[in-house]
């Protein structure tokens, strides 16, 4: 009786103290938990390989986030539409977006090497806006470019800060 005594003082004395102790224990082990969601931003990795573009003399095609989710939920992306749409300047892209899609973990950003015909667009907010308020990438792959209507999609965007 007397050592239980003893114990609920212990506690009753140094209870903010155990306390702090079991927080921070518990803060501990959350963080290593999530320790897996890393941020990144591509912004600087894709301006770079714009003006690489623009260094060489090539033309980007950019599409605006209507326009992108306009393509991609409508289901109305035609080969020969967004085949008119890209520019030489748009496969410098493809670098900044393969480590995107390393970094991001999606499931559905397969290589383009084997998803056919493959077009990368940079986008950004609003017609009119330039490159420098980039916010992501598009892509669209037609397995068979003789078949106009059969496409995949994928929109990531560049940043997750």
Excluded at 2 to 29: E, P, Q
Excluded at 88 to 96: D, L, S, T, W
């Amino acid at each position: 009786m007397d050592g239980n005594a003893r114990d609920g003082t212990f506690f009753a004395k140094h209870r903010s103290v155990v306390i702090l102790i079991i927080a921070l224990l518990g803060l501990y082990a959350a963080a290593n938990a999530v320790h897996y969601v890393r941020s990144y931003d591509y912004t600087d990795d894709a301006l770079a390989a714009h003006g690489a573009a623009r260094d060489n003399g090539e033309d980007v095609g950019i599409l605006t986030q209507s326009r992108s989710e306009s393509l991609i939920d409508s289901q109305s992306a035609i080969h020969s539409t967004i085949e008119g749409l890209a520019k030489p300047g748009n496969a410098r892209f493809a670098p900044v977006f393969d480590q995107l899609i390393k970094e991001s973990g999606t499931a559905a950003g397969e290589p383009a090497s084997g998803l056919g015909e493959c077009f990368l667009f940079p986008v950004v907010p609003q017609k009119g806006d330039s490159i420098d308020s980039i916010v992501g990438f598009t892509r669209f792959c037609f397995e068979d470019p003789r078949d106009n209507e059969k496409y995949s999609a994928i929109s990531l965007a560049i940043s997750n800060r």
